[in-house]
């Protein structure tokens, strides 16, 4: 079985802070992606990152970065100096070979910064 | 067109009616989804095109939901009799092929609303 959880529902802090957002993922497959979506108030998804099983290579891009760890099957996401415009939920999400027609998402977590 | 397109944007109707949700994905994107996302919710895969044929419809959930494409391009989701639990953001997606080598885009979503 595929599932991602998030288990985060609400985050609250103050502009400038940096915060985490957790994902734990399963799939009984070695072959998978995972994915982090940002859902502004204006309800679009915008994709952030893809990150495939065989690289666990984290990523920084600005004030974003990833850790995705196999041995505890998660996958991370850390906001450095947070801004309001980051107010958002945001989505983990897991496409592996076996569900290959369909990413599984977890149930979110909004984020608020507040100034 | 440049990203994934979905109207209405916003539909209000009545208990009972049937209403029609159109998608125009990304030009030369095979793959096409159809998610569901109620209020505070995460999002649940309702259907899967590649082409014009749906390998994977096990998310429609119920047989008052059915969606087809057309020309390998324009999907349309419709719901037949609808009812209050209808009611929810349904966002469409498309790749350019399916499975987890391609990133998904999303549009930015169609609000249903039955009264």
């Known amino acids: 079985a595929q599932k991602v959880t998030q288990a985060q529902t609400e985050i609250s802090v103050v502009e400038k802070e940096d915060v985490t957002l957790d994902c734990v993922y399963e799939?009984?497959?070695?072959?998978?992606?995972l994915f982090w979506y940002k859902q502004p108030p204006s309800g679009e998804l915008v994709f952030l990152i893809r990150r495939n099983s065989f690289d666990e290579q984290n990523e920084i891009s600005g004030r974003y970065s990833w850790n995705f760890q196999k041995s505890t099957s998660s996958f991370n996401f850390t906001i450095t100096a947070s801004q309001v415009v980051d107010s958002a939920v945001y989505f983990c999400?897991?496409?592996?070979?076996?569900?290959?027609?369909?990413?599984?998402f977890g149930s979110g977590t909004r984020l608020s910064i507040r100034p | 067109g440049a990203g994934v397109s979905q109207s209405p944007s916003n539909k209000v109707t009545e208990k009972g009616k049937d209403v029609e949700l159109r998608c125009d994905p990304i030009s030369g994107h095979t793959a096409l989804y159809w998610y569901r996302q109620s209020l505070g919710q995460g999002l649940e895969f309702l259907i899967y095109f590649q082409g014009n044929s749906a390998p994977d419809k096990s998310g429609l959930p119920s047989d008052r939901f059915s969606a087809e494409r057309t020309g390998g391009s324009v999907s349309t989701l419709t719901i037949q009799r609808t009812q209050q639990e209808d009611s929810a953001v349904y966002l469409c997606?498309?790749?350019?092929?399916?499975?987890?080598?391609?990133?998904?885009?999303f549009g930015s979503g169609t609000r249903l609303t039955v009264v």
């Open positions: 999400a897991l496409i592996s070979y076996s569900s290959a027609s369909k990413i599984i």
């Open positions: 997606a498309s790749s350019p092929g399916p499975g987890q080598n391609y990133g998904y885009t």
């Open positions: 799939t009984r497959d070695t072959t998978y992606y």
